[in-house]
């Protein structure tokens, strides 16, 4: 039985400003296991990135339990969440986030030197990550000379150069082309079934849904395993 790395109880999100009232997550309970790919699926507006956020620890829920392997951490101080966040969750993003005035390689690095890795550990890292997403002869382009797909390659690899076991994308496909996009979804099943690594992506594309493990659809707020 695989390892449950990452789990949501009962989650409820809800954002409360004078008479409006917004239930952007309800009632969502998931778990999400080592080795495997999830993919929660939904249209736009149907709380698919809140919940993200909130396994990434980037939000607090409102209510309910996150669980992130095996320690209750929902009620951690704000000031506690960094630091397990830059251990254990690697994020990657529809934008890329790549600096525009760093190569490939320095782009990598900037991870590891926020885990204040030893420059030349950090270093053997950062190529290594950059040659698991096949980019090891692009690794001192910058993102002015990268493709829209090489770019998501390197935000991968950012994400792996850390180590850290949960992978957590959020609509990695959404700026590339259908054959590019598919091409990203197959790499990351590949991180997760040969590498052990927990990987969780927001889509709205349905087109992938049969590239991962498990599919999580979203509406209103709440989710539905299928």
Not at 36 to 57: E, W
Not at 59 to 73: A, N, Y
Not at 152 to 173: F, G, K, M, W, Y
Not at 212 to 222: I, K, N, P, Q, Y
């Amino acid at each position: 039985m695989s390892t449950t790395m990452l789990a949501v109880t009962g989650v409820n999100k809800i954002y409360q400003s004078h008479a409006t009232r917004v239930v952007a997550v309800e009632g969502a309970s998931a778990a999400f296991a080592a080795g495997t790919v999830t993919a929660i699926m939904g249209p736009s507006g149907s709380g698919k990135t809140t919940l993200l956020s909130i396994l990434g620890l980037i939000l607090k829920p409102s209510s309910g339990r996150v669980t992130l392997m095996g320690q209750d951490v929902t009620d951690l101080d704000e000031s506690q969440l960094p630091a397990l966040r830059r251990q254990h969750i690697g994020f990657i993003f529809q934008s890329f986030n790549l600096f525009a005035a760093l190569n490939a390689m320095e782009n990598v690095l900037v991870s590891l030197q926020l885990k204040k890795v030893a420059r030349p550990a950090a270093e053997a890292s950062a190529r290594a990550a950059l040659h698991r997403v096949g980019l090891e002869q692009r690794m001192h382009f910058y993102p002015r000379d990268l493709s829209g797909g090489e770019k998501q390659r390197v935000s991968i690899a950012r994400a792996l150069a850390t180590n850290a076991p949960i992978i957590l994308a959020d609509e990695p496909t959404a700026n590339l082309d259908s054959h590019t996009g598919l091409a990203i979804i197959d790499l990351l099943a590949e991180l997760a079934r040969e590498h052990g690594k927990t990987v969780v992506v927001v889509t709205h594309d349905t087109r992938l849904q049969q590239h991962v493990d498990h599919t999580l659809r979203m509406e209103d707020g709440r989710i539905n395993e299928n």
